[in-house]
């Protein structure tokens, strides 16, 4: 059953800790994306990478921090440096780096600030 | 910065009637994708229509594209509750680096 997974599905975190949100993709694509999503509003990209062991700055990348070691894994680390973390948090890949090719959504963490 | 803007933000109609949505944006692109998404949910692809196309049917989803006003649109003709959702459009730019960059959104509310 091919996809995109992200765990957990909601997520507490207390005021200066770091949290780890998982993304993961069995469909062999080659980029995976971060997006940040605010109530009513649209999809801010976070990071992305377009291959394993490098990956760059979105519009949003302050206080957040990636790492794609493996192909099919792409986990988002929220610091306690990113001052308002409450909000909907989509993962993304797609086939091949810099194509245009849609991309699949994993179906969400929510992160709630405590 | 969010490259799409979306009209209306709010769109309410009864079943059986056809919605309409549409997205400005403001440099050149590759491409303009729709996407759905169900409240709670990850975004799911509906649609994808290139620069050199002007019009794409896909189901009862009808997507123009203008690339002289810089606009698209998304028809979604005899509309169905299920059809309830929140619709995004994204563009990739003319320069491509694989980003989507997303407009706010328009929430449709279909009523049975």
């Known amino acids: 059953d091919g996809g995109i997974t992200q765990s957990p599905k909601y997520l507490f975190r207390k005021e200066g800790q770091n949290v780890t949100l998982s993304c993961e993709q069995n469909l062999n694509h080659d980029a995976m994306y971060w997006y940040r999503q605010d109530p009513g509003q649209g999809l801010r990209l976070i990071y992305y990478?377009?291959?394993?062991?490098?990956?760059q700055k979105g519009d949003i990348a302050e206080g957040y921090s990636v790492s794609r070691e493996k192909k099919e894994s792409f986990p988002l680390t929220v610091t306690s440096a990113q001052k308002n973390p409450t909000a909907f948090y989509l993962c993304?890949?797609?086939?091949?780096?810099?194509?245009?090719?849609?991309?699949?959504f994993g179906p969400g963490t929510r992160l709630t600030v405590l | 910065s969010q490259q799409g803007e979306e009209d209306p933000q709010a769109l309410s109609i009864q079943e059986g009637e056809n919605a309409t949505m549409n997205c400005s944006y403001k440099t050149s692109i590759n491409n303009l994708q729709w996407y759905r998404q169900n409240s709670g949910r990850g975004l799911v692809h509906l649609i994808l229509i290139r620069s050199n196309e002007r019009e794409k049917h896909s189901g009862r989803l009808r997507v123009t594209l203008d690339t002289s006003k810089k606009s698209s649109s998304l028809l979604i003709t005899a509309s169905r509750a299920a059809d309830t959702a929140s619709y995004f459009c994204a563009t990739v730019f003319a320069s491509n680096t694989g980003k989507l960059i997303f407009g706010q959104g328009t929430t449709l509310q279909v009523k049975p």
């Open positions: 990478s377009q291959i394993v062991n490098d990956f």
């Open positions: 993304a890949s797609n086939n091949v780096a810099g194509a245009t090719d849609t991309q699949y």
